[in-house]
């Protein structure tokens, strides 16, 4: 895995069709759910970061700008092929030297039940009761960007 590039794409692009076909196989398909344009609209300012292998997207995460300077992590996607690979260690830890750069002091994110184990590797902390999201059990979670 040391050819997979990480990167921020911008909105729109070829890269970005990519990440968007990666998150609807990976994270709206088997729930039965579907991106409207509306949805995919309101990404334009938010943070689209890409694990790219030989051309093709593996693996996306985005962040959202929230108040305080803390950011919201989400539609974190890898590749059924590629998961538990370091893929998704690779895009939090790219996400997290952006927020550092960047001046934001902390990330938060909703973690599917599934995810949570994961996201408590990378020392993030669970915030508070599991709650109903997507019709997915989720758990709020937060790391302090140091």
Known sequence: MNDVEIQIVPFGSTIYEQTITLRD???RKPIGLAYTPEQLALEHDEVHIAAVLNGNVIGVLLLRKGESRVLKMRQVAVATAFQRCGIGHKLVVFAEKFAK????????LHARESALAFYKSLHYTQIGDEFTEVGLPHFKMKKLIL
């Open 25 to 27: 196989d990976v994270l």
């Open 101 to 108: 750069e960047n001046n934001f002091v902390a990330i938060e």
